[in-house]
């Protein structure tokens, strides 16, 4: 069993509105990030802060979801980690939200991987998903909120996946990045 924790609780600065809900393939721009992780998780955990509301609505129905609220996701992007890995009762992957071009093949070949943390990398860079065994889920959740997932990461053996998928390194965070993903290009 294998769950995912997709991350949708901050404010969006640069993008200056919801961009977890912008139109993107006729679907929220979440929603295309839920449905690449979906055929390799038995469950996805969102983690909401600032725009809870609009996205709890539109994934309330699903029940394969489960939607939590992050009370401290003003505090910075771990403390929604934090809140997710709460809810976790095996293996997960973290992503934030914005990812929507993660291929399939790469949570497989993730979930084929060795190690207690799985990596991809795409032509030298390191991306998302990240793959965590359950065990480091107590070690996570000692961490001080002011920590990162990155730091954390670091602190341990790490099995640096290599894909073929550019998407891996490809979020959304400004207005340009979402002009060329709806233009099919990837984002700058």
Do not use: W
């Not at 939607?67 to 293996?91: A, C, H, L, W």
């Amino acid at each position: 069993m294998t769950e995912g924790i997709v991350l949708a609780g901050g404010y969006a600065s640069r993008m200056s509105q919801n961009k977890m809900m912008l139109p993107f393939a006729g679907k929220p721009l979440i929603a295309a990030t839920i449905m690449r992780m979906r055929s390799s998780v038995d469950r996805i955990i969102i983690v909401t802060g600032h725009y809870h509301g609009a996205i709890a609505s539109y994934f309330s129905e699903m029940s394969d979801i489960t939607i939590v609220f992050n009370p401290d996701y003003d505090r910075g992007m771990f403390t929604s980690v934090q809140r997710g890995v709460q809810e976790t009762k095996s293996d997960f992957f973290v992503t934030p939200g914005d990812y929507p071009l993660i291929s399939e093949n790469t949570y497989q070949s993730l979930i084929m991987a060795a190690g207690k943390i799985r990596v991809p990398v795409y032509q030298g860079r390191r991306g998302h998903p990240i793959f965590f065994d359950h065990t480091l889920k107590g070690l996570l959740l000692a961490c001080d909120p002011s920590d990162n997932l990155k730091a954390f990461r670091d602190r341990y053996e790490v099995n640096y996946v290599d894909v073929d998928d550019p998407g891996v390194i490809q979020d959304i965070d400004t207005p340009s990045d979402y002009h060329h993903l709806n233009r099919g290009g990837k984002p700058e």
